[in-house]
């Protein structure tokens, strides 16, 4: 995502006791009436519509825009015989700004759908739209849509809710975009009413074109499991036995538009959540390279806040203070704690010190889970924070995450992550194991890519964060005790 002045939390706080050592039930707090809600201006919204793309961002939709007239005439020609879609890809790790060019892109198509002044115009009185197989993030595009009166509420759709409704109806329509393209279904689901094989696959018979956002390393679960190293779930290459290469486009965003760090960081980030290898902690963060940056008055030097804690009670308190003073300011979790939609609260638990309650289910809340007032009292989970931007993400490595000292790298236990419905087994899981840890690693690459402004992990498991901690010393060539 781009830089952006990010609006203060402080103009909609609440008084809140704050004690994260309580076993009280945590204190409520009053429902934002309607009128206070419309005033209030959300920063994901205007993450997604108040931005200048940039450069390569605008190369990239005015390509898309021109690949989909092309198609759209080609498809609706009369004297043709062929009718097979175009298919346009965008690729990108998190934090490249792939949906803010997606929601550029959409809000131009159903512009020219309707306000054309080229009555001759293939876009004119297109059927488009949006989908998102993300609850916070669709309703966060209904949000949008109200700032356009040519946007209906009716164009944003999950993908199941839409495949049923156009194949009930018989009806093809012209542009399909979908963001978040790797929580598609790869296979059936019928306990959703999703009966096909594939979303993707399906929602390219129903569209001239579709346009996807598409990265398999935020794959989070079995059922919408995409990776074309082990031919586990499905794989976009899907698509090329459908669709002729003449009719089908991948491009993709390199620049981190999100978090705001020097690429040793982002290679910290890459490393450990990729690789699963205990990286080097980055030289442009320790204190002495900082102090130099700021007395040579380094104009270059990159802002930004990363720190390995020791103490989860004291990483929270931190955090807490940063959120007095940026807002949003989140503590996030891997799903390593008992969670159930039950409506009680669970706890996430770390030490003597740090006992808060995972984030309630609130899907009646008018403000995304990072923007409400009441979420600085809470965990969020990899499901919460996806397709969000924080200021400060204090980034929880749960039980499933520990350390292997023979080959000093991370271990990851998949016995211990909670999330047993992201790993029910589906028949085009080949290697199921491979694939849990691989799932544990993805929501450890989409929580650590949140924080804009900076970055606090603390590990759970003991060893692995005196592992953390001995990176931080001047001198590693200093021997690492597991028992000490």
């Not at 959300?42 to 005015?62: C, F, G, Y």
């Not at 175009?86 to 490249?96: P, Q, S």
């Not at 700021?294 to 104009?299: E, F, L, Q, R, Y």
């Not at 990363?306 to 989860?312: H, L």
Request: net charge positive; proline share 4%.
């Amino acid at each position: 995502m781009r830089r952006v002045s990010y609006i203060s939390i402080k103009r909609i706080t609440m008084t809140l006791d704050r004690t994260y050592t309580t076993k009280k039930e945590a204190p409520k707090f009053k429902r934002a009436k309607k009128n206070d809600v419309q005033q209030i201006e959300s920063a994901a919204m205007d993450k997604l519509t108040n931005v200048k793309l940039s450069h390569e961002q605008q190369k990239l939709k005015d390509k898309i825009i021109g690949f989909t007239r092309k198609q759209l005439i080609r498809y609706n020609a009369k004297k043709t015989t062929e009718h097979s879609p175009g298919f346009f890809a965008i690729h990108g790790d998190a934090g490249t700004g792939k949906s803010v060019v997606l929601n550029s892109l959409f809000n131009d198509f159903e512009r020219l759908s309707t306000e054309n002044e080229d009555h001759n115009d293939v876009f004119v009185g297109t059927k488009n739209y949006l989908v998102v197989n993300h609850p916070e993030m669709l309703k966060l595009y209904i949000r949008i849509c109200k700032q356009f009166k040519y946007i209906k509420r009716s164009s944003l759709e999950r993908p199941t809710s839409l495949i049923n409704k156009l194949l009930k109806d018989n009806t093809l329509v012209d542009i399909i975009v979908v963001d978040e393209a790797h929580l598609l279904a790869t296979s059936k689901d019928p306990f959703k009413k999703f009966y096909g094989d594939n979303h993707m696959v399906e929602l390219l018979a129903l569209t001239k074109v579709l346009i996807v956002v598409y990265d398999p390393k935020q794959s989070l679960r079995m059922g919408c499991y995409w990776d074309g190293k082990l031919k586990n779930g499905s794989d976009i290459s899907v698509i090329e036995n459908i669709v002729p290469e003449a009719r089908r486009y991948h491009e993709r965003l390199e620049k981190q538009f999100r978090v705001a760090a020097p690429p040793d960081v982002l290679n910290w980030i890459k490393t450990i959540s990729e690789d699963a290898k205990i990286p080097d902690f980055p030289k442009s963060m320790k204190e002495d390279y900082v102090e130099t940056n700021d007395k040579n008055n380094n104009k270059d030097s990159v802002k930004y806040d990363f720190k390995i804690w020791n103490d989860c009670g004291e990483m929270y308190e931190a955090l807490k203070l940063k959120n007095e003073e940026f807002g949003q300011c989140r503590v996030l979790c891997t799903y390593d704690f008992p969670y159930r939609l039950d409506g009680k609260d669970y706890f996430v638990e770390c030490g003597k010190n740090f006992r808060v309650r995972w984030d309630r289910y609130q899907p009646r809340a008018a403000l995304p889970w990072s923007e409400r007032a009441d979420s600085i009292d809470e965990v969020g989970s990899v499901y919460t924070i996806q397709g969000f931007d924080l200021n400060y993400a204090a980034v929880i490595l749960g039980r499933s995450i520990g350390y292997d000292s023979v080959n000093d790298c991370l271990k990851i236990k998949p016995e211990l992550y909670d999330d047993r419905a992201g790993f029910t087994k589906k028949k085009n899981i080949l290697n199921p194991d491979t694939v849990k840890v691989q799932i544990i690693l993805n929501s450890l690459n989409v929580l650590l890519t949140r924080g804009v402004k900076g970055l606090y992990i603390y590990a759970y498991d003991p060893i692995l964060r005196k592992r953390l901690n001995k990176s931080m010393l001047e001198d590693e060539s200093i021997s690492f005790d597991e028992t000490s």
